[in-house]
Every structure is written in structure tokens, then in C-alpha cells.
């Protein structure tokens, strides 16, 4: 199983909303990050979980609060998010984070803040 | 991060081979040149990656030139469905460093 799966598909909310974005994979992979990607635009790194715990989060607003409860399992909890935070948001792992292993993305959750 | 020059778009016929290039003039001797690709509503996909030695996979060729200031990505035998956005990006360190991308070369094949 070489697959990373994300859900939900698509995702509208309210800016007043709390939800989460949820991010899977089987390949006892030790690395995962989320990036997010706005239309026309490359992904952008967020955070990077290093063996289930935070090894870097590139200064993303509070509004978005990365959890992994254990090494196959990713989440994005969403609050009081803007419009401007519509995007595409990728879920990705790797296999080992200290060496140069490629990089399994899945197909990302597309979010519309109203 | 050491940055790379990718043109905005190629375009190509179906079949024949597809040479894309990368500049990275500011590369140093322990950046790794990986290269993924973005087809339409997916993610993105690792192609193939190098440090100075030519590479193949089933995928594609890498070919770096001797200075290590540019590369070239090249696939064989072009389909439909190599149309897509192609990222070559530097890394460096031993972490999970996450990926950098540039703004990536747009792969258009006409049939």
C-alpha cells in the first residue's frame, strides 16, 4: 500500500466553524507534513511531524493546529479561519526523516472558508 | 534554501522526448536535485532525484551537468499524461526538511 488518503474531499465551513482535516497512511512512514497550495501557485510547506512528534512549523497562524496521534494518522484542526485560508491542503509522508527519502503526497482536501 | 530557474511553460508533441531544464547556479556540494510533478487536481508525484552523477529510473532521466549549476529532467517518449507541472527543487540537510518549490516548468503535449 503506497498511498497517503485524505478526507474530506472537499471541504466548505463558515469562519465561525471548527473543523479537521484528516490525513492516512499505511507505509509505516515516520515523517509526515502538511502543505498548502493556492490555486496557480506551488504548495508551501506548513508543518513537519518527525517520529509523531513537531519538528517545524513555518509560522502559520494559530488558526490552524497540527496533531499526530500516532504514526499513521495526521490531523489539521481548522478554527476561525479567514477566506484568504481557502486553498488546497496536502498531506504528504516520507519513510525515514534523516535521510532523502521521495516524498508520497496525497490528493489534498479543498477548503472554502465562507 | 539554494534556489532554481524553471521556464513558466514547455510544450511538446506526444511521443517525442521532453528536455526540462533547471538552473541552480547557488547549488552547494550537499544539495540533492529531486524533481516532482503535479498532474491536474492530484498531488504531487516524485519523479527522480540526483547529487552529481546521471540518474534513470522508469519514469525519466536526470542528466547534471559537471558544475552542478543546472540539470535536465528528460523524458523518453512523451504521453498525454506526462502533462503537468514539473518541480525541480534543492535539498540539503539530513532532516525532514519538507520541499521547497519553486514555481515549476508547465508541461503542455499536444497529440
Known amino acids: 500500500d503506497t498511498e497517503v488518503t485524505q478526507t474530506p474531499k472537499h471541504l466548505v465551513m463558515g469562519m465561525t466553524n471548527k473543523k479537521s482535516l484528516k490525513c492516512e497512511q499505511h507505509m509505516g512512514h515516520r515523517a509526515m507534513y502538511w502543505y498548502k497550495q493556492k490555486a496557480k501557485k506551488p504548495p508551501e510547506l506548513m508543518f513537519v511531524?518527525?517520529?509523531?512528534?513537531?519538528?517545524i512549523n513555518e509560522s502559520v497562524p494559530s488558526r490552524f493546529s497540527p496533531e499526530c496521534p500516532n504514526s499513521s494518522l495526521l490531523n489539521l484542526h481548522l478554527h476561525a479561519l479567514q477566506p484568504e485560508d481557502s486553498a488546497l491542503y496536502l498531506c504528504a509522508s516520507s519513510q525515514d526523516p534523516h535521510t532523502y527519502n521521495e516524498q508520497f503526497f496525497g490528493p489534498g482536501t479543498r477548503l472554502t472558508v465562507l | 534554501d539554494a534556489k532554481t530557474t524553471q521556464p513558466n511553460s514547455m510544450e511538446s508533441n506526444e511521443e517525442e522526448p521532453v528536455h526540462l531544464p533547471c538552473n541552480h547556479s547557488t547549488i552547494s556540494g550537499t544539495d540533492y536535485i529531486h524533481w516532482y510533478r503535479q498532474l491536474p487536481s492530484q498531488g504531487p508525484e516524485y519523479v527522480i532525484h540526483g547529487l552529481t552523477s546521471n540518474v534513470n529510473n522508469r519514469m525519466a532521466s536526470l542528466a547534471i551537468a559537471e558544475d552542478r549549476k543546472s540539470s535536465t529532467l528528460i523524458l523518453h517518449r512523451a504521453t498525454l499524461r506526462d502533462a503537468a507541472v514539473y518541480y525541480c527543487i534543492l535539498r540539503s540537510g539530513g532532516g525532514a526538511d519538507g520541499l521547497t518549490f519553486g514555481k515549476g516548468t508547465h508541461l503542455i503535449i499536444q497529440p
Open positions: 511531524y518527525s517520529y509523531e512528534k513537531l519538528s
